[in-house]
């Protein structure tokens, strides 16, 4: 089992910067990918960007040149770095990660507890 907690999200002005943490703890071994998913109100859940053991991303193209995911292996942690926020980024935000021995490559299996990132204009 892999256990993954979030923090950095809150309130922060248009414009301003937030900076999101994924810690996963448990079976880590089995972790591949991980990323960052968001939920806005009525929607479903979309993925904001992803990184691979190996470094390769993907981003979508809301936030691309805006945010950068990271992560940092030996913590077993990644990183969302949100810039140039803008109000329409409001939204619950989910670290995500994936075990190719439960699903496959493709599927997220494990998933944070959520954390509301909220832009004031």
């Known amino acids: 089992q892999v256990q993954l907690v979030e923090s950095g999200g809150g309130l922060v002005q248009a414009v301003g910067s937030l900076r999101l943490s994924c810690a996963a703890s448990?079976?880590?071994?089995?972790?591949?990918?991980m990323g960052w998913y968001r939920q806005f109100p009525g929607k479903q859940r979309e993925l904001v960007a992803a990184?691979?053991?190996?470094?390769?991303?993907v981003y979508s193209d809301s936030v691309k040149g805006r945010f950068t995911v990271s992560r940092d292996n030996a913590k077993n942690t990644v990183y969302l770095q949100m810039n140039s926020l803008k109000p329409e980024d409001t939204a619950v935000y989910y670290c995500?990660?994936?075990?190719?021995?439960?699903?496959?490559?493709?599927?997220?299996?494990?998933w944070g507890q959520g954390t509301q990132v909220t832009v004031s204009s």
């Open positions: 995500a990660a994936v075990n190719p021995r439960i699903t496959g490559p493709r599927t997220y299996d494990y």
């Open positions: 448990g079976s880590i071994f089995s972790i591949n990918a």
């Open positions: 990184i691979t053991s190996g470094g390769s991303t």
